[in-house]
Structure formats: C-alpha cells, structure tokens
C-alpha cells in the first residue's frame, strides 16, 4: 500500500498543480505522503495545509494549542498560523498544500475562503469511508496507475472534489449561509414522467404507458400533473 500511495503522491505533483470548477480556481502547492513523520520545526505557511492520519498518534500545536491526532483525523493549518506536529512512533501521513487563485474566484468563494481562514476547529476525527479520505485514497491509487483514456480528466477531476470535500469539513459547523436552498420546482417522479413523454412525443402516448412506465397508478400520476403543475 505504501509504494502504491507514494507512487500516486510522485504522479499528482508531476501533474497537478490547479483545480478549478464551478466560480474557484485553487494552485496546489504539494501533495505528500509521509510513511513515518516524527517531529517538525514550528513554522507557518501562506497558503492551506490539510493533514490526513492514515496510522500512528501524535500532537498538532497550532498558535500554540495542542491537539491530539490519531487514525482517522483531518487537521487544518491556516495561512500565517505557527504550527507543528510531533510523534514519539511516527506518524503515517497524507498531506495537500493549496490557495484559492482570487483572480480566477468569484466573491462567493473569496469571501468562504476568508472565513476557513478565521475558522476554530481545526482538528476534526473522521471515518475512514467518510467522503474527504475516501476521495483521497481513490485519488492516490488513480494516479498510481498512470493510464486509461481519460486518466488526466478523472485525476484532475479527482484533485478539485478532494480539495472542495475538506474545506467542506472545516466549514460545515459554520452555517454557511453564502449558499441559497434551491426552491423545489417539482417531484423526481414527476420529472421522470415528463422525460419519458419528451423523449417519445413520436409514438402514441398514453397516460397508462407512461403510468406503467414509472411503476404507478394512472390515477396517481394524474394527481401528480394536475397538484404540481396545475
């Protein structure tokens, strides 16, 4: 599992260095894997530095708090915050270092980024087959591999839902308020039903083929049209 991890590790910074999609553009700085991380010099970053403990215990001191890091545990260094980690055992790491592009961002994402920035929790336990280590599994044994059609695509692809997935972690205790719910406009039957009648407006259609269609009654699906759509 290691050589596979740190192959991927080799292919990511060889090929991946932005991410971008839907109004944010992010510069990834490194990608790292650390089999056996003891101890570092306190320091500080300009950009983001994300932390995933594959195996090991250890301490994470940031601005000065220590922290507990185990198995399973994200830990978040800010921009221009002293920190250091330290292990007695070693500590088998995976690790990102990344920075929104604010040129190529809209305000949305300039203005999530600034709150990241100021966030407290920056230690946080999770499973193992929670979406941010799953994703960055998927995404290291992918680029390990170094082949397929689409292999540039998917990897690129790969990177950016990572990066989108931790910042998620650190912001979701945040009401994030920047995003509107989306108003529900009609149910997925309801959908389902109008796409089988578009996409057979050549045939005779009949309220009962389309019913059988969607495994429902006429009678319910007649409901349907006239109580959602009038």
């Not at 998620?168 to 109008?194: C, D, E, I, M, W």
């Not at 057979?200 to 759509?229: C, G, P």
């Amino acid at each position: 599992m290691t050589a596979n991890l740190i192959a991927g590790k080799i292919s990511l910074n060889e090929r991946v260095h932005r991410t971008q999609g839907n109004g944010m553009s992010f510069h990834v700085h490194y990608w790292g894997v650390m089999p056996k991380h003891y101890d570092n010099v306190p320091h500080e970053h300009s950009f983001f530095e994300v932390c995933y403990v594959l195996e090991g215990k250890g301490t994470y001191i940031d601005d000065g708090r220590l922290y507990s890091v185990k198995e399973n545990t994200l830990f978040l260094s800010r921009p221009g915050v002293l920190h250091h980690i330290k292990s007695d055992r070693g500590l088998f790491l995976l690790y990102v270092g990344f920075e929104l592009v604010e040129s190529e961002s809209t305000e949305k994402w300039i203005k999530l980024i600034e709150e990241v920035k100021r966030c407290s929790k920056v230690v946080i336990d999770v499973k193992e087959d929670g979406t941010a280590p799953f994703i960055w599994r998927s995404l290291l044994n992918h680029a390990a591999k170094g082949e397929g059609a689409f292999f540039e695509e998917i990897l690129t692809n790969l990177a950016h839902s990572l990066i989108l997935s931790l910042i998620n972690t650190f912001v979701l205790p945040l009401n994030y308020h920047h995003q509107k719910a989306v108003q529900k406009t009609s149910s997925l039957t309801l959908n389902l039903a109008k796409l089988y009648i578009k996409d057979n407006l050549a045939n005779s259609i009949k309220l009962t083929d389309t019913a059988t269609h969607l495994h429902l009654s006429s009678r319910h699906l007649s409901r349907l049209f006239k109580t959602e759509l009038g």
